[in-house]
């Protein structure tokens, strides 16, 4: 055999082997790659409205304002192969990342996905709290058990989902009226602490132990606030988690219990956290979901300020990037763009 003819077997076989150990050698990377975006103003998967409002007026409604997501590929249990990740470093519309930024070693996948579940639990209060803001509809909050730790005083007494009213006969409405008094607690001191369940009041009268610390007294209870609202406001997303949505929801809450239609028929798609007051907050994978609404059909796409430098470097053609700072912001920039008067905030660098 030739030397030639050597040196090509030799580089045959070593390809060969390097695509079988590229095949099932694993890697600790996720694939982050654009994923489904639905319409607020729209149906879900079970044709039934995205979001539905009960109590009070609404209106019709058209167009599109698109909430946008990123699915993944990898992780614990399930890595990658070398070459899956390879081929997303060289395809645009994947971001390979570590499996750490996802997935932590803090955390097991099942405690991450809870945390993406209540996440997209608590966006929709904010958004919910922040359209109604916004149109000025009064929302007052309550005081929920969120956890009971085992072997403290309060566990087999109190149940997450409990709503506390009074502490030691003093109402209640909010996390820090429970835990600023209890501050002042001494370790063994016994508290009243007035609860509703199922609709009934019940009391509870628990003696406090020493925290981890041995510095302050505790029942052993994790509290949350939680808004109560004038209406009755329910958003259907399947199964889907994480906080990005808030803004988007937030934008067709307002939309249905005003007249008109916000959009005027545009498809604009968008993603940011909201809070209560309806400030924007940044998200991840920007990238991706902007892919995602630009082949959906969206012309317009609602980015968070905190996000814009990484927008414009990957802006898909035909995309136009609305900078979104509040869910006022956004609706005044919506308007512009419907009227062609105003200003319509744009992402800088």
Known sequence: MSRRATTLTVASVLVLLLAVIGSVMSVPYVALMPGPTSNTLGTNDKGQPLIRIEGRQTYPDQGHLNFTTVTYRGGPGGRIDLFTALRGWLDGDIAVVPEETIFPKSESPKEVDQENTRAMQDSQQNAEAAALHELGIPVSTRVIVDGVQKERPADGVLR??????????????????????????????????????????????????????????????????????????????????????????????????????????????????????????????????????????????????????????????????????????????????????????????
């Not at 209890?182 to 019940?202: C, Q, S, W």
């Open 160 to 349: 997450p989902g409990d709503e506390i009213t009074a502490l030691d006969g003093t109402a209640v409405t909010s996390v820090s009226q429970v835990t600023g008094p209890m501050a002042k607690r001494k370790i063994g001191d016994t508290v009243t602490l007035t609860y509703k369940r199922d609709g009934k009041e019940n009391k509870a009268t628990l003696k406090t132990v020493a925290d981890p610390t041995g510095k302050r007294a505790v029942v052993g209870i994790v509290l949350s606030e939680q808004y109560k609202f004038p209406l009755k406001i329910d958003i259907s997303v399947g199964d889907i988690g994480g906080p990005s949505a808030g803004l988007m929801f937030s934008l067709a809450i307002y939309d249905k219990l005003t007249p008109g239609p916000l959009t005027q028929g545009k498809f604009i798609a968008g993603t940011g956290t909201i809070t209560p007051e309806g400030e924007v907050g940044p998200i991840g994978g920007i990238q991706q979901k902007m892919i995602a609404a630009r082949k959906a059909g969206a012309t317009v796409f609602l980015t968070p300020q905190k996000n814009c430098a990484d927008a414009l470097a990957a802006r898909p053609d035909g995309l136009r990037l609305v900078r979104a700072d509040t869910l006022h912001g956004s609706i005044q920039a919506i308007n512009a763009l419907n009227t062609g008067k105003g200003q319509v905030p744009a992402c800088t660098k």
